[in-house]
């Protein structure tokens, strides 16, 4: 399709860059409105809001899908849901951060720090749809940049910049990989364009230099997603940010990565052939790739996480080893793994925020991400029942126990892996191993809060009126992890959408 | 109004405690009004399932619906799964469902005490009670999951938050292994409802399933060790000590009369059921572990110096007796392996019942810091002697028949290790009786020379039980009538299979 046409496809988009151009003018002009963080953030979430209700509205031309602005951006079932998430994430962080008494005490240039969300909300959202390889190296780097900048936006400690440098540093080095592997890709294919690309392997054999062309740009795509090896920025980066970013970095990138992944490998290397049996495209065995990738990512996340004693380091290894159970979904080869890898991100996107949103709250109330500060959180008064069971849910529901939603991700991804077209019966083992292991790190923040009848000396104050909003959050979102555990039919509709992805 | 409860009873009675519970959480911080409304709650599913018993037709079999399964109610959960809310009872769950809507108001009146997050407490005590009425019921492999693994997070939390002064390390320990357990039955149960065409979770269906013998074979290994994490069976059975030991009273006294059972339960549900052919062949395996569990837990129990981890490990000698039967493979072994379910269920809660009242009072278990308690506590002493001699077999009380049953059945098939599993009868009664003597009898330890007497609220929680010892064993038929015609339909498929 050609620009012009394309344009009313690109609705969301261009309204998004309309309204970060704007915010940007009107910030300039009225320095002093916007120098309040609550001005900037409900601002943000306005237009974020309207970008949503857009990307809603618009016609994603599903079953088919509609190619954009000569090839370079794709919309189908896949970018459009991974869209909404992605929205829906960073609407998240301006609520977080709005309600986040770390954010409005820090926050010189709230007027910056909303500019970034709005550019990296605009960052994923290209990412997710493109389909040429250097739009969805560009979107990615713009996506990096706006991350490298909000993570050490906080003078407030040292640790923050220094997560900063090492997120770029970690970054620059994944995404020059990421780009060689990338020339190499378009050296052996001739083609940018994910389909030319298709076509090509499809008629050519290419040989071993495909196999690591694949290696290198995963690399940069691994590094999003925090898969092992990939994943040492991680750690550092999550404890160091302001804890609303650090909940969205767990999520949001997150799932524009597994987008990325997914349209890279489904659409490229991948045919659907008689009674929906998907096949490798291509000399390169990449399910395998992903699969031993899943693995260590898991493993290796959850080892970490056994010993850590701050609460953010904790859960960035928790996050890490999510994102090695998701992998193996997409390793699946199978329609569902698609599917699968959408409804746990969505479920994901509920329990960690959940839990990241009952960090923010103690960390607000202590000034401490330690997790033996939470010691008899429960027992200490009203309030602090309420947080202890609002994170008693969102742990159970990452350690994956019914009735909560994460059983349910769980139960998807199982059923993905051993999918009897394509089933992989060692690493459907080697999840459930290490869903043991990770039941006895979450299990430690249990016992910390309820179980010790010790109770720390800081008091903790009842419930304010002007955390509200926190709290409604924190149980919404705590009772969508519940109904999604129960009934998860909607969810499954939505997620079934991604069925026709693959033609 | 009636003809609703009759068509929805087993909803009913799983449903009522859980939306029971969430009330509670809303209900003003008053312990009395928490403690007298979690009594009404679980009263009435107790209620209803005398109805369930009165309404149940002793006179068919099968494992099929329409067929042998009664009360089925069915309705459409997941149509993309084909999951449904599959509800049904016969002759194997019936008497496990009236034993513990049975036990849930006598561990409401057990749990008195309890003033730390009552309301907490009683929630999570009734979610897990709907959890366990709901492993009982379930005739979908789903349901049947979600509501065995359901009891984890209440279980958890009971023991680490109200259990004694390890409870910490018991509670993680009970969530570990039965985790393990449960999720490699996930893998299986996965693949079972990937293997059938078209896929589905329905239980009557899948025990249809034809695959190759191999494959059976590895899913009911992996099945039987889920289950028998639970039971515990022989070298899985480590969990149980801790656990029972540090868990507040009326939690031990779910854990032995309701969460053992749902092993065994599971194996004659799953295992038993659904893979007839490959059990004919294991059925010598399971007959040893019973005569390990019976010899070894009898000899462990011996050496305990705790009164309730004495228990403990009685009960893992008991759940022996179940599995010997159920080896045996012969009508009296496998009747006798369910009312010995049964009968344990009752004798177990009995003896936790009877250990809570003593620590209450001393604060301590040891058994040695006992002794001449009778002379006191003359009505306590009495309850307890019926307790013990109901456990150590004695012929007139329930526990005799289903373990004479068991032996009686087990021998015509496995001679040496039936007699072998015969001397557990003699260690077991020099136990009991040696406890009993260290306890009640001999000179009084002047510590407990005022040692309050049972009271009305502890007495009242142990009259029904004491009632079914004896009652039961005399006439122990409005039990067996419940089971013999389903025990017979599960013989015969197993033997039928195995020409």
Redesign the interface.
């Known amino acids: 399709m050609g620009n012009l046409e394309s344009i009313r496809y690109f609705a969301p988009e261009g309204f998004l860059s309309v309204f970060i151009i704007t915010f940007l003018i009107a910030g300039l002009l009225r320095r002093k409105t916007f120098s309040k963080s609550s001005f900037s953030c409900i601002a943000g979430t306005a237009g974020l809001f309207l970008t949503l209700i857009l990307e809603l509205c618009i016609n994603t031309g599903y079953p088919d899908a509609i190619v954009i602005f000569s090839g370079m951006l794709k919309l189908d079932a896949l970018s459009h849901l991974f869209k909404i998430l992605c929205i829906s994430s960073s609407i998240l962080l301006f609520l977080f951060s709005y309600s986040s008494r770390e954010t409005s005490d820090s926050l010189k240039e709230p007027m910056e720090y909303a500019l970034l969300i709005l550019s990296c909300t605009l960052g994923m959202m290209l990412l997710v749809s493109s389909s040429n390889l250097l739009m969805m190296y560009l979107s990615l780097e713009f996506l990096s940049l706006t991350a490298y900048m909000l993570t050490g936006f906080t003078d407030k400690n040292e640790k923050a910049s220094e997560a900063a440098m090492k997120y770029l540093l970690y970054g620059g080095a994944a995404s020059g990989i990421m780009a060689y592997g990338l020339s190499l890709l378009y050296g052996i294919t001739g083609s940018l364009d994910y389909s030319g690309i298709h076509r090509f392997i499809a008629e050519n054999n290419s040989g071993i230099i495909l196999y690591i062309s694949m290696i290198f740009i995963f690399t940069g795509l691994g590094f999003k997603i925090a898969a092992f090896p990939f994943h040492a920025w991680c750690p550092d980066v999550y404890e160091g940010a302001l804890t609303p970013f650090t909940a969205f970095l767990s999520v949001g990138p997150k799932a524009a990565g597994f987008a990325v992944i997914i349209r890279f490998f489904y659409q490229i290397f991948t045919v659907r052939g008689e009674g929906d049996v998907l096949t490798v495209l291509g000399s390169a065995d990449w399910p395998a790739m992903l699969a031993i990738i899943s693995a260590l990512t898991m493993t290796f996340g959850n080892l970490a996480a056994l010993r850590q004693k701050n609460i953010k380091r904790l859960l960035a290894y928790s996050s890490i080893a999510h994102a090695g159970y998701m992998l193996m979904a997409a390793a699946s080869l199978t329609i569902l793994g698609i599917v699968s890898v959408f409804f746990y991100l969505s479920v994901y996107f509920l329990m960690n925020f959940g839990a990241f949103l009952v960090v923010i709250a103690v960390s607000n109330e202590f000034n401490s991400d330690e997790i033996e500060d939470y010691e008899g959180l429960?027992?200490k008064n009203s309030k602090g029942a309420f947080l202890a069971s609002m994170f008693a849910v969102f742990l159970?529901s990452l350690i994956g126990?019914?009735?909560f939603a994460g059983?349910i991700g769980k139960?998807y991804l199982?059923?993905s892996i051993?999918?009897?077209e394509n089933p992989i019966y060692w690493l459907?083992?080697v999840a459930?191993i290490n869903?043991?292991i990770s039941?006895?790190y979450y299990?430690r923040i249990?016992?910390t809060m309820?179980?010790?009848r010790r109770q720390k000396g800081t008091a903790l104050s009842g419930f304010e009126r002007g955390q509200y909003l926190q709290y409604s959050l924190m149980a919404g979102l705590a009772l969508f992890s519940i109904i999604f555990g129960i009934?998860?039919?909607p969810l499954?509709?939505i997620s079934?959408l991604l069925e026709n992805f693959i033609h | 109004m009636f003809d609703f409860i009759q068509n929805h009873i087993l909803t009913l009675i799983i449903f009522i405690p859980v939306i029971g519970g969430l009330i509670i959480l809303f209900l003003p911080e008053r312990h009395n009004l928490i403690r007298w409304s979690s009594l009404i709650i679980t009263l009435i599913p107790f209620t209803l399932s005398i109805m369930l018993y009165a309404g149940f037709d002793r006179s068919v079999s099968g494992f099929s619906y329409p067929g042998g399964l009664q009360f089925v109610e069915r309705y459409s959960w997941i149509q993309a799964f084909n999951i449904e809310l599959f509800l049904g009872v016969d002759g194997l769950s019936m008497p496990m469902a009236l034993l513990c809507t049975m036990l849930c108001p006598l561990c409401v009146l057990a749990s008195w005490g309890i003033d730390k997050g009552i309301k907490g407490y009683f929630f999570l005590f009734l979610l897990l009670e709907t959890g366990m009425i709901g492993v009982f019921c379930a005739l979908d492999f789903f349901l049947f999951f979600i509501s065995w693994e359901v009891m984890l997070l209440p279980m958890y939390f009971l023991i680490g938050v109200w259990g004694g002064p390890d409870r910490e390390y018991a509670a993680i320990k009970f969530y570990i292994y039965t985790l393990i357990g449960s999720l490699m039955m996930l893998l299986v149960i996965i693949y079972m409802y990937l293997s059938a065409t078209p896929h589905t979770f329905d239980m009557t269906r899948l025990a249809q399933l034809g695959a190759g013998m191999e494959f059976k074979t590895l899913c009911w290994i992996v099945l039987f060790i889920g289950f028998a994490i639970k039971v515990p069976v022989f070298p899985f059975h480590t969990w149980l000590p801790d656990a029972h030991v540090e868990a507040p009273t009326a939690i031990s006294v779910i854990l032995a009369g309701v969460l053992l059972k749902m092993g065994t339960y599971g194996m004659l549900r799953v295992n038993y059921m659904m893979f007839p052919d490959v059990t004919f062949k294991m059925s010598m395996f399971i007959a040893v572990l019973g005569m390990i569990n019976i010899i070894y837990g009898a000899f462990c129990a011996m050496a305990q110096k705790d009164l309730k981890r004495l228990v403990a490990y009685s009960s893992i000698s008991h759940m022996g007796y179940v599995l010997l039967g159920m080896a045996s493979l012969t009508e009296e072994g496998l009747n006798g392996a369910v009312l010995q379910m049964f009968n344990h269920g009752v004798v177990a809660a009995m003896l936790f019942l009877l250990v809570g009242v003593i620590y209450d009072r001393a604060h301590h278990r040891r058994i040695d810091g006992f002794g001449g308690i009778a002379s006191v506590a003359p009505n306590y002493a009495v309850i307890s002697f019926l307790a013990f001699f109901a456990a150590l077999g004695l012929p007139g009380l329930n526990s005799f028949i289903s373990e004479a049953l068991v032996l009686l059945g087990a021998f015509q098939k496995y001679r040496i290790i039936t007699a072998v599993s015969a001397t557990g009868v003699i260690i077991t009664a020099a136990y009991c009786l040696w406890t009993i003597q260290r306890i009640f009898l001999g000179k009084l330890n002047e510590k407990y020379a005022v040692f309050p007497d049972i009271n009305a609220r502890e007495f009242i929680s142990l009259l029904p039980l004491g009632i079914l010892v004896i009652v039961l064993g005399i006439y122990p038929h409005p039990i067996l009538a419940l089971m013999k015609p389903t025990v017979r339909f599960i013989n015969n498929l197993i033997t039928g299979s195995g020409i």
């Open positions: 429960a027992w159970f126990t019914p009735p059983f139960f199982l059923l051993l999918q009897p459907a083992v459930v869903i043991i039941l006895y299990a249990l016992k309820f179980l010790s009934y998860w039919s499954n509709n079934m």
